[in-house]
């Protein structure tokens, strides 16, 4: 179609990526340490997390853009892994799962993703706390941190 | 795997670095206490398996064209932004 074609040629697909490597991978994929964390202006504030060759390819998301007030607690052990200095140097993406039904999209917020972009380091940090889950509904977190609850 | 009988309070020493301790037997539960380097991740079982199948699922569904992603993401943020705005204006 032409005109996706033109749409295409004004937005890029990607905007640049960095090599990120996780020492110890990512749970399910502990042979994968290396990935590319890829902006998609087209879908921001998503972006991917793919593998070199392709695959693994995940989507992620900075939690807080649906859950302002998500933070991790970093083990000063996790700390050491990333090259940190200061957890306020990490970026935090979750994971995210996106089914056929596009308003069940969700994201886990109790493994997330913390990456020292500077040192392109990342690891993935399994909470203690059982505040979060694996699974929460970005739109219900949406419709929750606007202070509404959700009615069917 | 190796199986060793503990009384309560009774330890199992891991290397030189980890201890790991019986600290009560109640019915069907045992309590158990761990000392470990902090650079040791100590987890229940149940949540590294959890977040295994969440990476699996998350990689699964991420086989989609970047056009879908495009069309859905940004949809279901906006989408849900909406009452915020609502509430705020």
Redesign the interface.
């Known amino acids: 179609m032409i005109g996706q074609a033109q749409v295409e040629a004004r937005v890029p697909?990607t905007d640049g990526s960095q090599p990120i490597l996780f020492p110890e991978g990512?749970?399910?994929?502990p042979e994968v340490k290396r990935y590319d964390l890829v902006e998609?202006p087209?879908?921001?504030?998503?972006k991917?997390l793919r593998a070199p060759g392709g695959?693994?390819?995940?989507?992620v998301v900075d939690p807080r853009?649906?859950r302002p007030d998500y933070t991790v607690a970093v083990?000063?052990?996790d700390l050491?892994v990333l090259g940190l200095e200061q957890p306020s140097d990490a970026e935090i993406y979750a994971?995210?799962?996106?089914?056929e039904d596009?308003?069940r999209?969700s994201a886990?917020l109790?493994?997330p993703l913390v990456i020292n972009r500077r040192k392109g380091l990342g690891k993935?940090v399994?909470l203690?706390s059982s505040a979060f889950s694996?699974?929460h509904l970005?739109?219900?977190?949406?419709?929750r941190?606007?202070?509404?609850a959700v009615e069917r | 795997m190796l199986v060793l009988t503990r009384k309560p309070r009774e330890s199992i020493v891991i290397g030189d670095d980890v201890e790991v301790t019986v600290v009560e037997v109640r019915g069907d539960q045992v309590r158990i206490g761990i000392e470990a380097p902090r650079s040791l991740a100590v987890f229940r079982k149940e949540i590294y398996q959890e977040i295994k199948e969440a990476n699996l699922r998350a990689a699964e569904s991420a086989r989609v064209s970047l056009e879908r992603l495009a069309g859905l993401l940004p949809e279901a943020l906006a989408r849900g932004k909406e009452p915020s705005r609502v509430e705020t204006g």
């Open positions: 697909e990512l749970l399910g994929f998609l087209k879908a921001r504030p998503f991917w695959e693994p390819c995940f989507v853009e649906f083990p000063a052990s050491d994971l995210v799962v996106i089914p596009p308003s999209i886990n109790r493994g993935q399994i203690l694996t699974r970005i739109r219900d977190e949406l419709c941190s606007a202070g509404q």
